[in-house]
């Protein structure tokens, strides 16, 4: 099946570059700017996406369907992000040091994967509910298992880094290393929950590469 490998690749090369934009856009300004520069990243994921499922579509409606896939990747990762910013935001309430703890990423980043898939499914409409259901899923499991890892990952590189770094509102060079190693590490895992998610998607749905959708 050509497109689920294309999937991973694009996916994972369009992901890590938005987020090299996003995190550079957002070096000096407030941490919640993360979210809104976000768009974009999600805006060339999408795109880049779309170009594998292209095939998989019909003819008269690709253009309409390219459009409602970027615009909702575009929609569904910023209120993600700001959903995931809420969540730690209310729980800092309760527990300041509760964003350390190895289950809050696992958490957090499933219900942004869950909105997020959610929203690029609706592409289609809800016609198909278990492939509604299950592209949520696989998104809500690939962000959740990504943002795991990228956390960890990012944060030990950030410790073994800058040792004694002291805390700031404000988004620092320092601070973008940290979320860029960890995006870095994050979204290819993503992208492989998802390929394989779209593998099942395109074998149950029966829709060969340029035949029926030609």
Not at 19 to 38: D, E, K, Q, T
Not at 96 to 105: N, Q, W
């Amino acid at each position: 099946m050509v497109g689920s490998p294309l999937w991973f690749v694009a996916t994972s090369v369009s992901g890590v570059v938005g987020w090299a934009v996003a995190v550079l856009v957002s070096i000096f300004l407030f941490p919640p700017a993360l979210a809104g520069v976000m768009t974009i990243a999600c805006i060339c994921v999408g795109t880049a996406q779309w170009f594998v499922l292209w095939p998989y579509t019909w003819n008269s409606n690709r253009l309409w369907a390219m459009a409602r896939w970027v615009a909702l990747s575009a929609v569904g990762g910023t209120i993600a992000w700001w959903t995931i910013i809420l969540i730690g935001n209310l729980a800092a309430i309760v527990n300041e040091k509760i964003h350390l703890h190895p289950l809050y990423a696992l958490f957090v980043f499933f219900v942004g994967g869950g909105i997020f898939g959610l929203a690029q499914w609706l592409t289609w409409g809800v016609g198909q509910v278990w492939s509604l259901a299950w592209w949520a899923l696989v998104n809500a499991f690939g962000w959740s298992a990504g943002g795991f890892v990228g956390v960890q990952v990012g944060r030990a590189v950030f410790t073994s880094l800058f040792p004694n770094h002291l805390e700031s509102i404000m988004l620092g060079w320092e601070e973008g290393v940290h979320f860029f190693v960890a995006g870095a590490v994050a979204i290819p895992i993503y992208a492989l929950f998802t390929a394989v998610g779209l593998l099942v998607v395109l074998w149950k749905l029966d829709l060969p590469r340029g035949k029926e959708r030609t």
